[in-house]
């Protein structure tokens, strides 16, 4: 089994920035990809980014591609995702989970573990 916690969500102005932290625990070296999901009141869950969790190859949807940044610091099993220029419709409840299979995917469905999400709300 993996754990994931969540951390550093709330609520920024427009244009402003927050850093997500998800900390692994328990059976970390069965993870090969770790992804960012997010979900706004209303709407279908999205993949946001992926990274490897050797580091490296990292994946990013549209929306989110030259403001939002994604990596691993392996010192602590924990992966970061850095958003910047953030806007109105970034808020979401946003979730890590981590995935054993060995490819890269966007699809929720294909991730095995999944924290228990983080509010992040920016204001107009």
């Known amino acids: 089994q993996v754990q994931l916690v969540e951390s550093g969500g709330g609520l920024v102005q427009a244009g402003g920035s927050l850093r997500l932290s998800c900390a692994a625990s328990g059976r970390t070296f069965s993870i090969y990809v770790m992804g960012w999901f997010r979900q706004a009141p209303g709407k279908e869950r999205e993949f946001v980014a992926s990274?490897?969790?050797?580091?490296?190859?990292?994946d990013y949807a549209d929306p989110v591609k030259g403001r939002f940044s994604i990596s691993r610091d392996n010192a602590t099993n924990t992966v970061l995702l850095q958003m910047n220029s953030l806007k109105p419709e970034d808020t979401a409840v946003y979730y890590c989970?981590?995935?054993?299979?060995?490819?890269?995917?966007?699809?929720?469905?294909?991730?095995?573990?999944w924290g228990q999400g983080t509010q992040v709300t920016v204001s107009s």
């Open positions: 989970a981590a995935r054993t299979g060995r490819w890269v995917t966007r699809r929720g469905d294909e991730y095995d573990y």
């Open positions: 990274v490897l969790w050797s580091g490296g190859r990292t």
